[in-house]
């Protein structure tokens, strides 16, 4: 049996984030209901070795979302998109009021007659409010 051998991987460079600023938040879709929004400051966290954050997985969750009803309308409504925070309130282990959260949350949808439910998880690296 060889010894493992060390990596030798190339440096990461820092992501260069775009000039000039932004002036807005980018908003995605740009009307309607369930808008979600990346602010500038968002962009750093694509770079490598960084953790996508909570308004990157919603905006791209949101983008799949709309792009598959305009695809395939059918399964896009036996299909369910929840954001990063239902899990976090679902998960709570303070015992305050989870099944009451989660009715509120799912309040205008059937589960029960989905076929796909589409939960973000991250238990690892949660951050907590502080």
Do not use: C, H
């Amino acid at each position: 049996m060889q010894p493992l051998r060390e990596s030798r991987s190339p440096k990461v460079r820092k992501l260069e984030l775009p000039k000039p600023k932004w002036l807005s938040s980018l908003l995605y879709p740009f009307e309607g209901p369930k808008r979600q929004v990346v602010e500038y400051e968002d962009l750093a966290r694509l770079g490598a070795e960084e953790f996508l954050n909570d308004n990157l997985i919603n905006f791209y969750l949101r983008y799949i979302e709309v792009e598959l009803q305009k695809r395939d309308p059918d399964l896009a409504k036996e299909t369910y998109f929840l954001n990063t925070f239902f899990y976090g309130v679902l998960a709570r282990k303070d015992g305050k009021g989870n099944f009451d959260s989660v009715l509120k949350w799912t309040a205008k949808v059937d589960l029960f007659n989905m076929n796909y439910i589409v939960i973000p998880i991250n238990e690892s690296y949660a951050l907590s409010p502080g």
